[in-house]
């Protein structure tokens, strides 16, 4: 907790120093890589499809602010509780399956969504919907302002990790934990392991759903881009490359993504080369991500230490 709130010291400044669009992004993606990270770092569960949640709740939340006229807090939480149902569809359905079998119904079932935004009316297709206003929130906060929206970001960025560190650290999270690493012990000991699943399925869908509703009223824009596979597979990139399975790896591994993405713009399709190579060394040099090595290189000094004391005493 102590580094969360040095964290959002920074960030409180951030936008002073940075471009407040970009830190935006960095913050959406932030919360989608650490709603993934609950459902493969904890649970054990390898989904290739979570952008059908992202992506979405993205046109769910511009359509109903845009044609509907809904105030932009109710068009965020209506592309989040649409993701929450979509979440809970496709975790009956994608459950009874193990492993890449798993994975494979998600990335099935992703392509599925993806064409259905292609091909239905209220998406618009290839444009996408656009020109999303930013009504003033609960009618009092003027967020036409990119300065002034990014502390809203900032705070929904904030109870979200809050929201999903309490889950990790709850009983509900030691239960996730065992069954990642030993199902059958859990089974053995009473634990209804399905249910589990399903659950945490459903949370880490909510908070991809929230973190993309939030990314289409920043950049005011849903399009094809955030519901495609490839957007799946950027997630999963920035999980691995921060650290699966650690607190704030996925916040780190989205930084570095989202950062590299917009330094080499410039260089094109050649930036998925790129992260590529980034990937490749990343499981060649830190197997568990940036942070998990950090992690691991502190706790064999600590008990570096430990043993050092022992030894004296």
């Known amino acids: 907790m102590i580094v969360f709130a040095v964290l959002m010291a920074v960030m409180m400044v951030a936008p002073f120093v940075v471009y407040p669009i970009l830190l935006m992004k960095i913050l959406c993606f932030a919360l989608f890589a650490c709603a993934f990270n609950l459902l493969i770092g904890y649970g ?27 105030s932009t807090e109710l068009g965020i939480l209506a592309g989040t509780a649409v993701a929450a149902g979509l979440g809970l569809v496709v975790g009956l359905i994608a459950i009874r399956r193990q492993g890449i079998y798993f994975a494979m119904v998600t990335l ?19 444009d996408g919907i656009q020109a999303i206003p930013r009504r003033a929130l609960f009618g009092l906060i003027d967020i036409s302002k990119d300065m002034s929206f ?42 209804a392991v399905d249910r589990f699943k399903l659950i945490a399925f459903v949370l880490s869908a909510t908070f991809a759903g929230l973190a993309g509703a939030t990314k289409t009223i920043v950049f005011q824009l849903a399009s094809l881009t955030d519901v495609t596979w490839q957007m799946s597979g950027e997630v999963v990139l920035m999980t691995l490359v ?18 590299m993405q917009n330094t080499l713009t410039g260089f094109g399709e050649w930036v ?11 499981v060649l040099l830190f197997r568990r991500g940036i942070v998990g090595e950090i992690v691991a290189a502190a706790r064999r000094r600590s008990d570096a230490v430990g043993r050092e004391a022992a030894t004296e005493g």
């Open 44 to 70: 054990g569960l390898l989904s290739f499809g979570h952008a059908m949640f992202f992506g979405f709740a993205a046109y769910v939340s511009a359509y109903t602010v845009k044609a509907w006229g809904l």
């Open 108 to 126: 099935a079932l992703a392509q599925m969504v993806f064409f259905f935004c292609l091909q239905a009316p209220f998406t618009g297709g290839e």
């Open 150 to 191: 990014y502390y809203v970001v900032l705070a929904i960025f904030a109870i979200g990790f809050l929201i999903i560190y309490r889950t990790i650290h709850s009983p509900f999270g030691q239960v996730l934990k065992a069954i990642r690493e030993n199902e059958p012990r859990a089974v053995s000991l009473g634990y």
């Open 242 to 259: 921060g650290g699966m399975g650690t607190v704030f790896g996925p916040i780190v591994g989205a930084a570095i993504i989202v950062l």
């Open 272 to 282: 998925l080369v790129m992260q590529g190579c980034i990937f490749v060394l990343t």
